[in-house]
């Protein structure tokens, strides 16, 4: 068996096809980081997987039945959530808290906070808390499936005793710039490193402005959380294009964007395009009918469409990650699959701030992720945080109960 490596083996050689230059390479890693990448030479390269950087979601609602936002949440699901997300590749991610009740999301956060404290592997890979809402557009339509009820003004008194709450790890805010105080509150947040994203929006072109000014850096999931019906022009997505400060997450699962819109944001924001999952739960479920706590009964198609099951027309959320959406785009002639690789790893890393933003270098966390392409599928075959493999696609269970790993300070990389 080709066993994970422990806290005592403390180097290793990782070989694979770089994802960037097509080339055989043997990357070498020393305690948890990237000591040296070297060419490889090898009879048949077609036998190698590829390997590039770990992918890194800014936005992880649930996923394997698992949800953060169904209360009461229990510390081992977060670290079996955690854990779970390895088999997608992912090494780095943002646990995603929506829109409800003050005290609910004061709860949330405590349990987030508590499951990073009691698990080093979850402290590793818990780079942030995304809160999504709940100071949102109260209309229908930008709201999305928020509730109504819990949606209130930009309240720093509020914010900080949910930061208080999460230890200091609430890292990104979604809201609405259409609230009267909202630049002073994106200021605030901005002062204190939180970055602050459009989202869930009916705001005006002075507003999304006025916030840019303020301190926003990116769009939520832009082209989603809208009117179904929006003026020519001015309206709010082009306000978020046009303006060269913001950041783009994009849902590219092939059923929440069209590929027009997609190509459009994709050459407008250039660098500064992503991916997010934006996953639920019912995400790496199997195929079939469920019962969901947005929209009742749902079904969730073997293309993996999640619907409401008497509207088949009508989303019920993302049930696809971002290895699914890097396919999707190469699919489609939308970008090579180096591009879309980065779109899911190197660039959201870049604007949070993270070390693995480095990428496949010498030097940077050795979060790693290994992927074959069998024709025009793309599948996760292992992966590997700060130089462990978590994941292998041959001995998926046991690696993923059973290994162990530490940071650089023997300790695990804080999230």
């Not at 990782?14 to 490889?40: K, N």
């Not at 010498?362 to 069998?374: E, N, V």
């Amino acid at each position: 068996m080709m066993a994970a490596m422990r806290l005592s083996q403390r180097q290793t050689r990782i070989e694979g096809i770089h994802y960037r230059t097509g080339l055989p390479v043997s990357v070498s890693v020393h305690d948890g980081r990237i000591q040296d990448i070297r060419p490889l030479t090898v009879d048949c390269k077609e036998a190698l997987p590829l390997i590039g950087p770990g992918l890194v979601d800014l936005q992880v609602n649930g996923y394997g039945g698992m949800d953060f936002n169904t209360l009461p949440l229990a510390e081992e699901t977060v670290h079996r959530l955690t854990r779970s997300l390895w088999r997608e590749g992912v090494t780095s991610y943002f646990p995603t808290v929506i829109t409800n009740s003050a005290e609910a999301i004061e709860e949330i956060m405590s349990v987030l906070r508590k499951s990073c404290e009691s698990d080093t592997e979850t402290r590793s890979c818990i780079a942030g808390i995304h809160l999504e809402g709940p100071f949102i557009s109260p209309e229908d339509g930008p709201r999305g499936a928020h509730p109504k009820r819990h949606v209130i003004p930009p309240s720093w008194p509020c914010f900080q005793k949910w930061q208080e709450a999460s230890g200091g790890s609430i890292k990104i805010v979604t809201l609405s710039p259409e609230w009267p105080d909202a630049p002073d509150f994106i200021a605030k947040c901005t002062e204190h490193g939180v970055v602050v994203s459009i989202g869930h929006t009916a705001a005006s072109e002075a507003q999304i402005v006025a916030a840019a000014a303020a301190g926003a850096r990116m769009s939520t999931h832009l082209g989603n959380g809208a009117h179904p019906m929006l003026p020519r022009h001015p309206n709010y997505l082009w306000s978020q294009l046009a303006h060269d400060d913001l950041w783009a997450s994009l849902i590219a699962d092939g059923f929440h964007l069209p590929e027009s819109f997609l190509k459009v944001v994709m050459r407008v924001k250039g660098e500064k395009a992503m991916l997010v999952s934006d996953a639920v739960s019912l995400s790496g479920m199997p195929p079939g009918e469920y019962e969901f706590h947005i929209g009742g009964k749902v079904v969730l198609t073997p293309q993996g469409k999640l619907h409401l099951s008497e509207h088949p027309n009508m989303l019920a959320g993302s049930a696809q990650m971002l290895v699914h959406g890097m396919e999707h785009l190469v699919k489609r002639g939308l970008c090579d699959l180096c591009e879309a690789w980065e779109m899911a790893s190197i660039r959201p890393a870049a604007l949070m701030r993270l070390p693995s933003q480095a990428g496949l270098e010498a030097g940077a966390p050795a979060d790693l992720t290994l992927i074959r392409r069998d024709g025009l599928k793309l599948r996760v075959v292992e992966t590997y945080k700060s130089g462990m493999r978590v994941y292998t696609h041959e001995n998926a269970q046991e690696i993923v109960q059973e290994t162990r790993f530490s940071g650089e300070d023997g300790s695990g990389e804080p999230g």
